[in-house]
């Protein structure tokens, strides 16, 4: 099974709108974000409010391009792919990096980032690390995605600024050691909103 794989998410037009959509939010609703003093505990946060417009935007690209991706990964069909959540998010400046370590039950599951303009380590995007301690990092364009199993760990350096679009995926039928289907990621899980 592929553990990253990168591709086209939309056209680089589509993504810098949405970008300059959530950038007026965020100049409205979370200043901290634009201060380089301002350090955070988490990576990054959830934007909770966004336009009916960026919505429909987001919900077409979920359900064209974004499903399609994990399924790839999961190596099974886009039928056999349940959506489990899905939220724009900015990238933070850090206290101090860190990595977060995956749990056993993310194996099934999978997160596609498209980047709202460009995005790489230096600006938010972690880089992953398999089980043998191999790192990959990428660099995104605006409307590039990235696909990634959730079973890796994530390093991220401690630097933010990055505009992305995540959503969480699942095969269908998954289970975790209770034999009960998971429906929540538990690297996200609790993730904090952008006020």
């Given at each position: 099974m592929p553990a990253c794989l990168k591709a086209n998410g939309m056209s680089p037009?589509?993504?810098d709108a949405l970008r300059e959509e959530l950038m007026t939010w965020i100049r409205q609703n979370f200043p901290a974000y634009y201060s380089s003093a301002e350090k955070f505990d988490h990576p990054l946060f959830r934007i909770t409010s966004i336009s009916t417009a960026a919505d429909k935007a987001f919900s077409k690209y979920i359900e064209n391009i974004a499903?399609?991706?994990a399924a790839t990964i999961l190596q099974t069909t886009p039928a056999a792919v349940d959506y489990v959540d899905q939220y724009p998010i900015v990238y933070t400046n850090m206290k101090k990096g860190k990595k977060v370590m995956p749990e056993p039950q993310t194996m099934d599951k999978v997160m596609v980032i498209l980047a709202l303009g460009k995005?790489?380590?230096?600006?938010?995007?972690p880089s992953f690390e398999d089980s043998a301690q191999n790192v990959r990092g990428f660099?995104?364009?605006s409307g590039e995605l990235l696909a990634?199993?959730?079973d890796l760990a994530h390093i991220f350096y401690g630097t933010g600024g990055g505009l992305a679009h995540l959503s969480l995926w699942t095969r269908r039928g998954a289970?975790?050691?209770t034999?009960?289907?998971e429906r929540t990621d538990q690297a996200y899980e609790g993730l904090p909103e952008a006020r």
């Open positions: 037009e589509a993504a499903r399609a991706q995005l790489d380590k230096g600006n938010g995007l660099a995104l364009e990634a199993t959730l289970t975790s050691g034999g009960t289907t």
